[in-house]
């Protein structure tokens, strides 16, 4: 009995002192992201140079991605992923890119239909190696409109909390506290830019690099226009946000107004798609002499161009800035 309940205390202990070293590991780790996070917040906006070595002593990046930066594209494809809030990198998003083209080269081929398998093959995988591309595009979208819809709440609290009577820098870090994600993110970017000494100027620059909305540049304009008049920057917050509060509800009205040109175009677009899918499905061999014949070919070529050329010409009547 006695050596049981010895066993048993051993592994109780055991599991105890296992428990507080994880915890005291997590700890460690969540105070280390936290200060790379603060570092690179200046050195991604061009701070000095020494403090980069506080992040990863190879200089953070690998054979490829040093080889990458020199290519023109490398730079919009890296801003692109921090838009979008991934934490993706030029090598992981190339990666993808090749997987994707690999798996559309391989079901072009596997396509019934007859045509030249190099021209299935290139067809299908390069539209594949771009789905990467889309993907990172639409989250950029959804990420950008979801922090333009919070800028107004972060705003009208950042005023609130400056008519406490509080610090503009401490209420940069209360709004990066209670703000929820993405910009509850890049509002404690800013407070953690300025805590580590750079200038107002430039860390609000950063922001607006970071979060490339016309209302964001507004902020940064007005914030950086009182510094140098004065005036009271509450009351020039909180009528910024009820003008972009404004300017959503017009924008809800022009999309409500603009819905039947935008279903339609959908449908002008996916019919034509829907249908010739339908017919290789059901009749693999019905569209074998249009492909096989010149002028066939020239006419789906044509067709091709003519349905992108009408599908830009109608996002342009119906898309209107507001």
Not at 26 to 50: A, C, D, I, N, P
Not at 271 to 294: E, K, W
Request: hydrophobic letters at 50%.
């Amino acid at each position: 009995m006695n050596t049981i309940l010895a066993f048993c205390f051993l592994v109780i202990l055991a599991l105890l002192l296992l428990s507080i070293s994880v915890g005291l590991k997590y700890y460690e780790s969540s105070r280390r992201k936290k200060l790379v996070s603060m570092l690179r917040t200046v050195t991604e906006s061009g701070q000095e140079r020494q403090v980069n070595l506080l992040i990863a002593e190879g200089g953070g990046r690998d054979a490829m991605e040093n080889a990458l930066v020199s290519i023109n594209f490398s730079e919009k494809i890296v801003q692109l992923i921090a838009e979008a809030g991934m934490d993706w990198t030029l090598t992981r998003f190339l990666v993808t890119s090749l997987v994707t083209f690999i798996i559309g080269a391989v079901m072009g081929l596997a396509m019934p239909v007859n045509a030249s398998p190099m021209a299935k093959l290139f067809l299908v995988a390069g539209i594949a190696a771009f789905l990467p591309l889309m993907y990172l595009k639409k989250k950029r979208g959804a990420r950008l409109a979801a922090l333009e819809a919070q800028l107004p709440d972060a705003l009208d609290f950042l005023s609130r909390s400056m008519r406490a009577g509080h610090a503009f820098t401490i209420s940069l870090e209360m709004v990066g506290e209670e703000i929820h994600e993405p910009l509850g993110q890049e509002f404690r970017a800013l407070f953690n830019e300025q805590n580590l000494g750079a200038s107002l100027e430039r860390s609000l620059a950063s922001f607006h690099k970071r979060v490339p909305l016309p209302d964001v540049r507004f902020f940064a304009s007005a914030v950086l226009l009182q510094r140098q008049t004065g005036g009271n920057l509450a009351e020039i917050l909180n009528r910024l946000s009820q003008i972009i509060r404004e300017r959503f509800r017009l924008k809800g009205q022009v999309k409500a107004a603009s819905g039947h040109g935008r279903l339609t175009a959908t449908i002008l677009t996916l019919l034509p798609i829907a249908t010739l899918i339908g017919l290789v499905v059901s009749s693999p061999g019905y569209l074998d002499p249009m492909l096989n014949d010149p002028t066939g070919r020239k006419l789906i070529a044509a067709g091709i161009m003519a349905q992108i050329i009408g599908n830009f010409f109608i996002r342009k009547v119906i898309k209107i800035k507001v």
